[in-house]
């Protein structure tokens, strides 16, 4: 095989996977409640960040169908509400969204046998977020009480 070939297959292989990349995390941005939740929530507050948490994971979804983003958002606590974002590595076509803290309903769960809190937010709640209780403990406890867990159950 010459080098030439080598090269050019390495080079196609190379775009494959970038352009596959891109259209999955596309698909992702526009499948999940992602988008839905971009238009709801832009993230327009320049309120003041009382502490962020890294590395974090959630369950998002609408109905019975969600998607798992694990380890890859970062929540930032404000005096006006949450602020989510995605690493731009795993959904470069998504913005963060800002949540004020009036425009969601906090309610404990359960993730397989986890404690977890869920919010959920949108039009009548039908969009949802899970976290762990952990996140949502410190999310409490960063905004001074104005995310009440409400996990008391675990």
């Not at 890294?54 to 609408?62: D, E, K, M, N």
């Not at 958002?73 to 795993?90: D, H």
Request: hydrophobic content about 45%; glycine content about 12%.
């Amino acid at each position: 095989m010459s080098d030439g070939l080598a090269y050019g297959i390495a080079g196609i292989s190379v775009l494959g996977f970038v352009g596959l990349w891109l259209v999955i995390t596309f698909a992702m941005t526009r499948l999940t409640p992602w988008h839905e939740l971009e238009g709801l929530f832009p993230d327009h507050s320049n309120a003041r960040s009382l502490g962020n948490l890294r590395f974090q994971g959630a369950y998002l979804g609408r109905g019975n169908l969600g998607a798992s983003f694990r380890g890859c958002l970062t929540f930032t606590v404000t005096e006006k509400g949450l602020r989510i974002a995605i690493w731009k590595v795993f959904m470069p076509f998504a913005n963060p969204i800002f949540i004020p803290w009036g425009k969601m309903q906090i309610e404990p769960t359960k993730v397989m046998l986890f404690f977890a809190v869920r919010m959920k937010v949108g039009p009548r709640g039908q969009i949802w977020i899970t976290i762990s209780k952990s996140a949502a403990d410190q999310i409490s406890r960063l905004s001074g009480g104005r995310f009440p867990p409400r996990t008391d159950a675990g």
